[in-house]
Antibody
Framework: QVQLVESGGGVVQPGGSLTLSCAAS????????IHWVRQAPGKGLEWVAV????????DYADSVKGRFTISRDTSKNTLYLHLNNLRPEDTAVYYC?????????????WGRGTRVSVSS | SSELTQDPAVSVALGQTVKITCQGD??????VSWYQQKPGQAPVLVIY???NRPSGIPDRFSGSGSGSTASLTITGAQAEDEADYYC????????????FGGGTKLTVL
């Protein structure tokens, strides 16, 4: 079954750290760029980071650059998002999503999300 | 802030036609995609490449647009179409970044 499954969310204090996982199945996940997208409570979708197919040229939203790191384990078909120095405004549901298409790419497959709550 | 602009809310009577719009300069260069999100669920792709429908999406959903404006039209809206809708394109500053619209909450009356 082609799917993405996120895990690792939880409640953490400001300044704390967390690692989210995105497990891919049913497809070769290194063949597709995969993004992390988050959604704060009652808010819209916000792009967070991308793992390209080369595994090297990662990119981050300005709001998380220097605090979040994206990585992957190809042997486990799993993508990670390492969240450091967390702030209350990082509270959100975090989704991973697969890219399809050429120059006008789109996100065709989404996980169900994992919830992160940053609170003291 | 989002590069793509959407009306925050739109309503439609059951069975009628509604158009949800998205504006942004990036739409002059890149095709738009549209996602439907129901409460507590992940977004679902409903239109890609401005006009294409993924398999399994009802044909009452269609996409169009020109210049800096794109539209998602639901012809004969159903109660189950009540949801948030987000437009998306590539970010003009990077070929890897995603640009989302702020979302439109569709209410079916």
């Amino acid at each position: 079954q082609v799917q993405l499954v996120e895990s690792g969310g939880g409640v953490v204090q400001p300044g704390g750290s967390l690692t989210l996982s995105c497990a891919a199945s049913g497809f070769t996940f290194t063949s597709f760029p995969i993004h992390w997208v988050r959604q704060a409570p009652g808010k819209g979708l916000e792009w967070v980071a991308v793992m390209p197919t080369d595994g090297i040229n990662t990119d981050y939203a300005d709001s998380v650059k220097g605090r979040f790191t994206i990585s992957r384990d190809t042997s486990k078909n799993t993508l990670y998002l390492h969240l450091n120095n967390l702030r209350p405004e990082d509270t959100a549901v975090y989704y991973c999503a697969r890219v399809r298409g050429g120059s006008d790419w789109f996100l065709d497959l989404w996980g169900r999300g994992t919830r992160v709550s940053v609170s003291s | 802030s989002s590069e793509l602009t959407q009306d925050p809310a739109v309503s439609v009577a059951l069975g009628q036609t509604v158009k949800i719009t998205c504006q942004g300069d990036s739409l002059r260069y890149y095709y738009v995609s549209w996602y439907q999100q129901k409460p507590g669920q992940a977004p679902v792709l409903v239109i890609y490449g401005k006009t294409n429908r993924p398999s399994g999406i009802p044909d009452r959903f269609s996409g169009s647009g020109s210049g800096s404006t794109a539209s998602l039209t639901i012809t004969g809206a159903q109660a189950e179409d009540e949801a948030d809708y987000y437009c998306q394109s590539r970010d003009r500053t990077s070929n890897q970044r995603v640009a989302f619209g702020g979302g439109t909450k569709l209410t079916v009356l």
